[in-house]
């Protein structure tokens, strides 16, 4: 993944709603997977609408089976008390 630029840097300052280092695309789509992990119940036509003004339906789709493998695989390797780790 290095080779592809993701790093740790990358990531430093995911938590940090409107950070000026992501673009808005980047941020809408931090904020999905946000969502879609803690409540997805709570995304409503608001934010539908700021989805689809930076994402086509196919790269939605996308993105929430993306979201959803990994919020998957994050729950598995907790509830099977696996120790995941490498480096970026």
């Not at 997977?33 to 790269?59: K, N, P, S, V």
């Amino acid at each position: 993944m290095a080779e592809q630029g993701v790093n740790e840097e990358l990531y430093a300052h995911v938590t940090e709603h409107g950070h000026p280092e992501y673009s808005e695309q980047e941020q809408v789509a931090i904020e999905y997977a946000e969502r879609f992990a803690l409540d997805h119940l709570g995304i409503d036509e608001a934010f539908w609408d700021r989805l689809r003004a930076q994402f086509t339906d196919a790269e939605i789709v996308d993105l929430t089976i993306c979201t959803g493998s990994w919020l998957a695989f994050g729950r598995l390797t907790q509830v099977l008390h696996l120790d995941v780790a490498c480096e970026m």
